[in-house]
């Protein structure tokens, strides 16, 4: 079984839509071991795309980010790391398939509604970025 951390971005908080792109994660068969809303703070969210930081959209990226509300949350299931990314769908919801979460409701590329670790090298970093072990109930 593996854990893969999970954020529901500003667009999806938003537009009050958090249960239905959880409903797709349920239906995907990973479970929400943890979960909590938090507003990033400008720092919060450079650190956490820090890997992005000489891109062009950064500055975008950050400013998205720490703008309105977020949902973080770990998942746990098999293969979850791979398994979420599939039903994420593509970064860029014009090239997303039919079904996945940024088909449905992803506004643009850059409100893409989720993020899902994509390694569990940064899995890990991430789940300790936002959580202890003791928020984690399995
Ligand atoms: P995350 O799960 O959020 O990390 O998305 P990803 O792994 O599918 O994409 P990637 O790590 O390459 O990019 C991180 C985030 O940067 C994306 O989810 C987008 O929100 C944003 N991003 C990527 N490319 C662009 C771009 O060309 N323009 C803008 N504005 N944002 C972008
Ligand atoms: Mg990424």
Redesign the pocket.
């Known amino acids: 079984i593996e854990r893969t951390f999970s954020i529901l971005k500003p667009d999806a908080t938003r537009r009050n839509i958090t249960g239905k792109v959880n409903a797709l994660i349920e239906g995907a068969g990973l479970r929400i071991v943890a979960q909590k809303r938090v507003h990033l703070t400008r720092g919060q969210a450079e650190t956490f ?1 820090a890997v ?1 930081k000489e ?1 062009p ?1 950064f500055g ?2 950050v400013e998205q980010m720490s703008a309105a509300p977020v949902v973080v949350q770990v998942l746990e299931g098999e293969n979850a790391i791979a398994r979420y990314r599939e039903v ?1 769908g593509a ?1 860029n919801p014009a090239n997303a398939a039919p079904g996945t979460i940024r088909k449905e409701f992803a506004l643009n ?2 409100e ?1 509604t ?3 670790s ?1 390694a569990s090298e940064t899995a890990s970093v991430e789940i300790a970025q936002f959580f202890s072990g003791n928020e984690i109930v399995g």
């Open positions: 795309y992005h891109r959209f975008e990226l994420m970064t590329v850059g893409n989720v993020h899902g994509d």
